[in-house]
């Protein structure tokens, strides 16, 4: 499809068949209605007092005119919602291979870091036709990450993650607004993400190095912090070592599995004595008030590179 008459630009490849779904949605609901207006005024009219038209007992029932009104509109109804479905679970699943970048939203801005270490506000710079999942979360109230010409939305909440993917189709700046009404500065929450062609983007990247990758500037923290004293390869306190651990299920003490991602790092350094891995005394301190949302992301891209690091070893 093409442009909404060329007011919204169709900037991914999912627009085009948010799009079609919209207004087949569209066009189903205004024939119901234009149908049911049509018939209310010419019932209005036919009967009108006075007018000659019969009105002797209701016609028997009819099997036929009976089954065609419960199956078309089900069939239709059915067809849409599978339709949507699996669009929906497209949208909720990103590629294995999109590019991970994170934003933390606070009142009122957008603050970005790619894995290589730059970083960015009220701006997103990413290249066009490759998948970008965006890991997502909020260092204050619920804000919502909105860009109306890649048709995608996902409300941004503290205290926990949220992602978004989208695979840009087309070079230019487009909006980034903010859809989740987050205090006096709501309105002013905007940016505007800057799709390049893939050459532009590496240009961009290297023009704009910050400082070290993201990984690295997680090993920073983790020094800084102390968690090397206890995690660290030399440490004799009895601490889960952290190589490796990214992406496993681990046990707890409880007896559940857990997934080591971006949630559970974040809760193990912030609620430490909620998810106490099995095997280990609950003595790690809460980092609670003392870790801010970009040192927390820091540090779980530190850990996860130790992940990599470890499968790539013979
Ligand atoms: Cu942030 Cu509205």
Redesign the pocket.
């Known amino acids: 499809m093409s442009d909404l008459a060329g007011y919204l630009p169709e900037a991914s490849t999912m627009a085009g068949r948010i799009d079609a779904l919209l207004l087949a949605l569209t066009v189903v609901s205004v024939l119901v209605v234009g149908g049911i207006m049509a018939l209310i005024a010419w019932f209005a009219f036919r009967y009108r007092r006075g007018s000659p038209a019969v009105r002797g007992p209701a016609p028997r029932r009819s099997r036929t005119l009976e089954t065609v009104w419960i199956t078309v509109p089900l069939l239709v109804f059915l067809i849409i919602f599978v339709w949507a479905a699996v669009l929906y679970r497209e949208l909720r699943s990103p590629p294995q291979d999109a590019l991970a970048i994170n934003v933390v939203?606070k009142?009122?801005m957008w603050k970005v870091q790619h894995p290589g270490g730059q970083r960015e506000i009220n701006e997103l710079h990413v290249p066009v036709g490759r998948p970008v999942k965006l890991v997502m979360t909020s260092q204050d109230v619920i804000?919502?990450f909105f860009v109306p010409a890649f048709r995608v939305k996902q409300d941004v909440l503290p205290e926990r993650y949220t992602t978004l993917w989208f695979e840009p189709s087309r070079a230019g700046e487009y909006p980034l607004l903010?859809?989740?009404?987050?205090g006096s500065g709501?309105s002013r929450?905007t940016g505007r993400v800057v799709v390049m062609a893939p050459q532009a983007y590496e240009s961009w990247l290297a023009r704009n190095p910050g400082a070290g990758s993201l990984a690295h500037q997680g090993e920073e923290v983790f020094r800084r912090r102390g968690c090397s004293g206890c995690h660290g390869e030399s440490a004799t306190v009895h601490a889960p070592r952290l190589a490796g651990i990214y992406g496993r299920r681990v046990p707890l003490e409880d007896g559940d599995m857990v997934m080591v991602d971006a949630r559970y790092i974040r809760d193990s350094i912030l609620l430490p004595a909620s998810e106490v891995a099995a095997g280990y005394p609950p003595i790690m301190p809460s980092y609670q008030g003392q870790l801010g949302e970009e040192e927390i992301l820091a540090l779980v891209a530190y850990i996860r590179s130790l992940a990599d690091q470890q499968e790539d070893a013979p």
Not at 178 to 182: K, L, N, P, Q
Request: hydrophobic share 35%; proline share 0%; glycine share 0%.
């Open positions: 939203a009142q009122w804000h919502s903010c859809a989740e009404y987050c709501h929450m």
